[in-house]
């Protein structure tokens, strides 16, 4: 089974059974120790994109929104045995074209990736995806708060939803994370490692 580990603020790295090292916004906490096969960049603000210090392989692949938006379409990419198709995410603080979350199907889970966002337009189409796992910001300063990501959880409808981004210059914050609300809710502190 594919192994998550949070490591703060909105990075984590999912590492498959077949042994694909994925970084997902690299910028916070520690467990940047196993090499990449693949970095996924939700955008460019600094506290997402610290690509610097993930050691990669030699084939290495790294998705920014600049690979994963192209005139206004959404990518899809097959990285080793990792599915990957980018989604809107936006908000006052995420312009649209600059920003996406992602889709990403390992070993049999769909995992949604929402990057900084707040509700979008196609989050009401994930539902039909049955997704497995969802992680959503929760901030409230530059992403929706608690109360519109718990509704946006209840839209999305995956099994399990792990609430990520939870304070500005903060790696962990219990109080917000036990705020959000969702079926199947899942809070892990930074350093925390779950099975999927």
């Not at 694909?20 to 120790?33: E, N, S």
Request: glycine share 6%.
């Amino acid at each position: 089974m594919a192994q998550l580990l949070y490591q703060g603020h909105g990075s984590y790295r999912i590492v498959s059974n077949n042994g694909t090292v994925i970084y997902i916004d690299p910028f916070a906490g520690k467990g940047y120790d196993q090499m990449a096969d693949l970095i996924l960049v939700t955008h460019e603000h600094h506290d997402h994109n610290k690509i610097s210090i993930v050691t990669k392989k030699t084939d290495c692949t790294i998705i920014s929104t600049a690979d994963a938006l192209k005139n206004g379409d959404y990518v899809s990419f097959n990285i080793k045995d990792i599915e990957i198709k980018a989604v809107e995410a936006y908000n006052k603080f995420h312009n649209k074209k600059d920003c996406v979350g992602y889709l990403l199907t390992i070993d049999n889970l769909k995992l949604y990736a929402a990057g900084d966002t707040s509700e979008t337009e196609q989050m009401k189409n994930l539902k039909c995806l049955k997704l497995d796992w969802a992680l959503l910001p929760i901030d409230g300063v530059f992403n929706m708060g608690p109360a519109e990501a718990s509704n946006c959880a209840t839209l999305i409808g995956a099994k399990h939803t792990i609430p990520i981004h939870m304070k500005p210059g903060k790696l962990f914050d219990k109080e917000k994370a036990e705020s959000f609300h969702a079926t199947g809710r899942v809070i892990l502190k930074p350093e925390d490692s779950i099975e999927l």
